[in-house]
């Protein structure tokens, strides 16, 4: 699939991986699938199914505490279903082999302040994850990038081309600008402009459309695919001065992407049977024919492991990228203590009457606490991207259950924060010293906290950008402050019910009374 930035590759792709196989047949179609006393009904059954494919994404987002190899394991591992025979797809150790991650397997992909593998590998271990499992199609989304040419063009004719020659299977890679070399070692070309298709069939015969049958020239030394990449680019401009690529002298070549999709539409009518006589894929990874209840077993099931298996899964990869971040842990750790001494040293030894200055050191721990949550937005974002991609499009693991794992995980860890601002600052300003009400105090703050943590990572989650994120933020902190009764106490507060149902509605508000009384 060739395109420009912008020409509808991505979204192709991602429909292409996320909605039903629209037309899918059991022998001989897109999904290249043979299945043993198949009918027409079940026909119908596979078009629905699905886990038929999976997409490597443009972005490589990550895990960067995470290893190469523990990346690709956790996908093999949430995508490979448990059936007779053994594993129904290529494994991790396989897919790492032909992709050259082998000799990284045991580095961290990385992070801004973690060094980790290069670039080009990382681009490779998101293809990588795509790869893993029994999906029959694959759709990788600029997959070259960052890669040199020798390393697209080894990786695609050894393990695109057996994927497809040798298991049946079916490629679909977005390209911008291939060499000839690449572009020659695939079956057929899609060429897309401004989210229109102006040519899908062989990648033999789509020069000679576009030359012989709409009367584009070209000079001798432009390649096929820079040729067809201009076309998809700005073929209105073929006739200027100083083009590679120019129209021949006749009045009705069409040069908008309307007009060239209208041509093709036509003039091109394709038989595909090229499928027909394909090698399939079984259950045990070699060729030949599934029965009905292998073929439900491996494709029919939205998810290959029940919920227990991928909420203990999320966890411990959260687990083991957690403990890695040092330095998110110590600055955690270090804020509260500091911020807590801090407190305690300025309003230390306060009376029993000093009501205001006790609701006010109150206010503010609770504001302090609340505000820590914020530092989850660039992490919560970067995990949005992976998430989206594991869950929605590859169907790893269901979205609730990793925000389940997440909040299970990071429990101990705001509990721990929260101990280590809450007993200095609760003892140094003279709170009651039994035992029972500091942990009281502390079972407040920490709901708050916890509510005010998943808060903010749902501002990340429904924003689009850090930018929007921080944006949405103030707002929120702001309503949060205004509307939690110590400003203005509730009989004050403005704007009528919306103002009363701010109030009830935020956590701070109800961690003040609580811990006021």
């Not at 192709?12 to 629209?22: C, D």
């Not at 490589?60 to 995470?66: R, T």
């Not at 079916?170 to 291939?178: D, F, G, K, N």
Request: with cysteine; hydrophobic share 50%.
């Amino acid at each position: 699939m060739i395109g420009n930035p912008g020409s509808g590759k991505s979204t192709l792709l991602r429909l292409g991986s996320m909605l039903p196989v629209a037309g899918a047949q059991v022998t001989g179609g897109a999904t290249r699938l043979s299945v043993v006393g198949a009918d027409d009904e079940f026909n119908a059954e596979v078009a629905h199914w699905p886990r038929l494919a999976s997409m490597a994404t443009q972005f490589d987002n990550h895990f960067g505490l995470l290893t190469v190899g523990e990346t690709l394991a956790f996908a093999a591992a949430n995508q490979q279903p448990a059936v007779p025979g053994g594993p129904t797809g290529l494994s991790a150790e396989e897919v790492a082999k032909h992709i050259g991650l082998d000799n990284v397997m045991n580095t961290r992909l990385g992070t801004e302040t973690v060094r980790g593998v290069s670039g080009g590998e990382a681009r490779r271990a998101s293809v990588g994850e795509a790869m893993v499992g029994p999906a029959r199609v694959w759709m990788l989304d600029s997959f070259s990038d960052g890669l040199d040419a020798a390393r697209t063009k080894a990786i695609t004719s050894g393990l695109l081309r057996p994927f497809a020659e040798e298991l049946g299977g079916t490629v679909v890679a977005a390209l911008q600008q291939p060499a000839q070399e690449l572009f020659e070692l695939f079956d057929d070309v899609i060429l897309l402009r401004d989210g229109r298709c102006l040519y899908c069939g062989p990648v033999a015969d789509a020069p000679a459309f576009f030359e012989g049958k709409l009367g584009l020239k070209r000079e001798d030394e432009v390649s096929d695919p820079e040729f067809l990449a201009a076309v998809c680019s700005e073929p209105e401009s073929f006739g200027r001065p100083g083009r590679r690529i120019a129209s021949a002298p006749l009045s009705d070549v069409p040069l908008t992407a309307p007009s060239l999709a209208a041509a093709y539409v036509a003039h091109v009518v394709r038989e595909d049977d090229s499928a027909a006589d394909s090698p399939l894929l079984s259950s045990n990874g070699s060729t030949g024919a599934l029965n009905k209840e292998e073929a439900r077993a491996i494709f029919a099931a939205r998810y290959s492991r029940n919920g227990f298996a991928q909420t203990a899964s999320i966890s411990y990869r959260e687990v083991v990228n957690t403990v890695r971040d040092i330095q998110f842990l110590q600055s955690h750790f270090v804020r509260a203590l500091i911020l807590a001494l801090i407190v305690g040293s300025l309003f230390s030894g306060l009376g029993v009457d000093d009501f205001v200055q006790r609701i006010s050191l109150i206010f503010f721990a609770c504001l302090q606490l609340a505000m820590g949550g914020a530092a989850e937005l660039p992490v919560a974002l970067n995990n949005k991207i992976i998430v989206d991609r594991q869950s929605r499009v590859n169907h790893m693991y269901r979205p609730f259950l990793y925000a389940l794992s997440v909040s299970l995980v990071y429990l101990p860890i705001v509990a721990l924060e929260t101990i280590l601002f809450c007993a200095p600052m609760y003892y140094m300003v003279g709170f009651a010293e039994a035992g029972e009400r500091f942990a009281v105090f502390l079972f407040i703050t920490l709901i708050m906290v916890i509510c005010m943590t998943a808060t903010f990572r749902w501002i990340a989650w429904a924003s689009g950008s850090l930018e929007v994120a921080l944006a949405a933020t103030v707002p929120f902190i702001a309503l949060f402050t205004l509307f939690s009764g110590f400003l203005a106490t509730r009989s004050n507060l403005g704007w009528g019910d919306l103002g009363q149902g701010i109030y009830w509605f935020t956590p701070i508000s109800w961690a003040i009374r609580a811990l006021a009384i």
